[in-house]
């Protein structure tokens, strides 16, 4: 089954998607991160769901 999680980044409120399976295989979409508070966000989630 294929889900996503949508991160909202930087000061335009760019939505950036992770889609992924059961698999652990995934893609990150429009990441648009402009900060170190939101890559660790990002890394946090694909570390967390082992992906």
Sequence with gaps: MVEYNT????????????????????????GAVNSDREMLALENFVEASKL
């Design 7 to 30: 991160f909202v980044f930087n000061a335009f409120g760019v939505n950036a998607y992770i889609v992924f399976d059961e698999t652990g295989e995934a893609v990150i979409i429009d």
